[in-house]
């Protein structure tokens, strides 16, 4: 059974620094591509940046663009979104996702969800 665990969220003032976690298991995601979502309330779910599990290629949405970046732990199965210089409008429900596409930021081209962490940043 396949199985993303978000953790990491929190409240944090504008201009700090947060780092979530999705932390995979129940199979192999060496040709998957992780993707991290935001759903902010009443609003679609959108797309925030994604890596390539094999080889590390990443890449992000503009408004997030030089602020977030995206890693991974291979030997921990457990990929990160490091975000810096938060603002009150990156308050929302953050949600990691594990999909063959590559690029993608079609949330239908994601086939497994974490069950989401929320992060609120006041101003």
């Known amino acids: 059974q396949v199985q993303l665990t978000e953790s990491g969220g929190g409240l944090v003032q504008a201009g700090g620094s947060l780092r979530l976690s999705c932390a995979a298991s129940?199979?192999?995601?060496?040709?998957?591509?992780m993707g991290w979502f935001r759903q902010a309330p009443g609003k679609e779910r959108k797309f925030v940046g994604a890596?390539?599990?094999?080889?590390?290629?990443?890449f992000y949405a503009d408004s997030v663009k030089g602020r977030f970046t995206i890693s991974r732990d291979g030997p921990k199965n457990t990929v990160y979104l490091q975000m810096n210089s938060l603002k009150p409008e990156d308050t929302a429900v953050y949600y990691c996702?594990?999909?063959?596409?590559?690029?993608?930021?079609?949330?239908?081209?994601?086939?497994?969800w974490g069950q989401g962490t929320q992060v609120t940043v006041s101003s």
């Open positions: 129940g199979r192999t995601f060496s040709r998957y591509a």
């Open positions: 890596i390539r599990w094999s080889g590390g290629s990443t």
């Open positions: 996702a594990a999909g063959s596409g590559w690029p993608s930021t079609n949330v239908y081209e994601y086939d497994y």
